[in-house]
T-cell receptor, first 116, second 111 residues
């Protein structure tokens, strides 16, 4: 059963704590992405990785960090430097390029992070 | 700046009725446009994709249209069902594979 899994589904964090969100895929996709979703706004790209051991900042990378040690895994750490971390976080994956013009991203079920 | 604007922000329809969602974009150069459906608390799922040369694409009761000249797209839902209650997101991709996401339209179908 192929797909993308994210854990946990809900996460609560105290101010000043770092937390790590898990994302795993078994679709054999090379590219993986992290997005943040806030009410009334479109998804915003945090980080993305096109290949193992390489990743690039997206539009809102400040206060976040990632690693890509395995093709299947792309964990996101929300650090204490992120001033407004409460949001819905979505992980996605796609074949590299997805073929010219066809780059469908497959999304995981998301993690809702709440800072207490 | 590449932008994607969706309207309305939300709408409520009765079960069995039709509705149309709008998407206007300024993304250039244009590669393709997708409509995603996102159920509450879940990740988005692709409904349709259209490239520059395609002006309509159907997926069951969902029909998307594209006017690349005016940079407008619409998603038409026919004979709505309760399961259609969700957020519908328009995503436009440029030729360098950068995605621009609309804020979405929240559709509520009532019995």
């Amino acid at each position: 059963d192929g797909g993308i899994t994210q854990s946990p589904k809900y996460l609560f964090r105290k101010e000043g704590q770092n937390v790590t969100l898990s994302c795993e895929q078994n679709l054999n996709h090379d590219a993986m992405y992290w997005y943040r979703q806030d009410p009334g706004q479109g998804l915003r790209l945090i980080y993305y990785s096109q290949i193992v051991n390489d990743f690039q900042k997206g539009d809102i990378a400040e206060g976040y960090s990632v690693s890509r040690e395995k093709k299947e895994s792309f964990p996101l750490t929300v650090t204490s430097a992120q001033k407004n971390p409460t949001a819905f976080y979505l992980c996605a994956s796609s074949p590299v390029g997805g073929g010219r013009g066809y780059n469908e991203q497959f999304f995981g079920p998301g993690t809702r992070l709440t800072v207490l | 700046k590449n932008q994607v604007e969706q309207s309305p922000q939300s709408l409520i329809i009765l079960e069995g009725k039709n509705c149309t969602l709008q998407c206007n974009y300024t993304v250039s150069p244009f590669s393709n446009l997708r409509w995603y459906k996102q159920d509450t608390g879940r990740g988005p799922v692709s409904l349709t994709i259209m490239t520059f040369s395609e002006n309509t694409k159907s997926n069951g009761r969902y029909t998307a249209t594209l006017d690349a000249d005016t940079k407008q797209s619409s998603l038409h839902i026919t004979a709505s069902q309760l399961s259609d209650s969700a957020s519908y997101i328009c995503v436009v991709t440029s030729n360098d594979y950068k995605l621009s996401f609309g804020a979405g339209t929240t559709v509520t179908v009532r019995a």
